[in-house]
T-cell receptor, first 115, second 114 residues
Framework: EPEVTQTPSHQVTQMGQEVILRCVPISNHLYFYWYRQILGQKVEFLVS????????KSEIFDDQFSVERPDGSNFTLKIRSTKLEDSAMYFCASSERDQRTDTQYFGPGTRLTVL | AQKVTQAQTEISVVEKEDVTLDCVYETRDTTYYLFWYKQPPSGELVFLIRRNSFDEQNEISGRYSWNFQKSTSSFNFTITASQVVDSAVYFCALAMDSSYKLIFGSGTRLLVRP
């Protein structure tokens, strides 16, 4: 069964450093998403991406965040200058269509630890 | 404003007991979508079910069943004859036609003891 994959599974970085989290969505999916989950808390939406542009973003997704689909298979989340409060599990998700007719399937997550 | 409330923070049951996880949602949209996801200790989010607002039929899938009631804005999840492998955090989520995002509840941690 096709699945969303994410690398790395765990990333440790120093405050102020840039990190790139990578995702490979399910191959025939057209909508891509990033969510984050601070330890022990609810899952929060960051951004959705369709047709090579951001379709929606949350208040969390400020100027230090960016997303990109650099090729036909990868979808990345970049955090330019990490802060301690960016420590969280970051989930990538994809759907074949938007949620009106489809379901978002999540990857296993990348745990980001900012020291 | 849209919101999902899972009032039960943690539930502990003994194996083979039935357990119901509550979910109450708020939205002014007339068309919306409800989901349940499971997050086992390994951390991934596993899709369980999706319900459209115009389809109030309850659903059963093996030991799992879901009760959708628009009158009370609830979408409750019941596990029959619980098993240790059901131990996980369960999230209820809401999506609207007007947005791409899923709005998650705070989750219910279910512990099934042998």
């Amino acid at each position: 069964e096709p699945e969303v994959t994410q690398t790395p599974s765990h990333q440790v970085t120093q405050m102020g450093q840039e990190v790139i989290l990578r995702c490979v969505p399910i191959s025939n999916h057209l909508y891509f998403y990033w969510y984050r989950q601070i330890l022990g808390q609810k899952v929060e939406f960051l951004v959705s991406f369709y047709n090579n542009e951001i379709s929606e973003k949350s208040e969390i997704f400020d100027d230090q965040f960016s997303v990109e689909r650099p090729d036909g298979s990868n979808f990345t989340l970049k955090i330019r200058s990490t802060k301690l409060e960016d420590s969280a599990m970051y989930f990538c998700a994809s759907s074949e269509r938007d949620q009106r007719t489809d379901t978002q399937y999540f990857g296993p997550g990348t745990r980001l630890t900012v020291l | 404003a849209q919101k999902v409330t899972q009032a039960q923070t943690e539930i502990s049951v003994v194996e083979k007991e039935d357990v119901t996880l509550d979910c109450v949602y708020e939205t002014r949209d007339t068309t919306y979508y409800l989901f349940w996801y499971k997050q086992p200790p390994s951390g991934e989010l596993v899709f369980l079910i999706r319900r459209n607002s115009f389809d109030e039929q309850n659903e059963i899938s093996g030991r799992y069943s879901w009760n959708f009631q628009k009158s009370t804005s609830s979408f409750n999840f019941t596990i029959t004859a619980s098993q240790v492998v059901d131990s996980a955090v369960y999230f209820c989520a809401l999506a609207m036609d007007s947005s791409y995002k899923l709005i998650f509840g705070s989750g219910t941690r279910l512990l099934v003891r042998p």
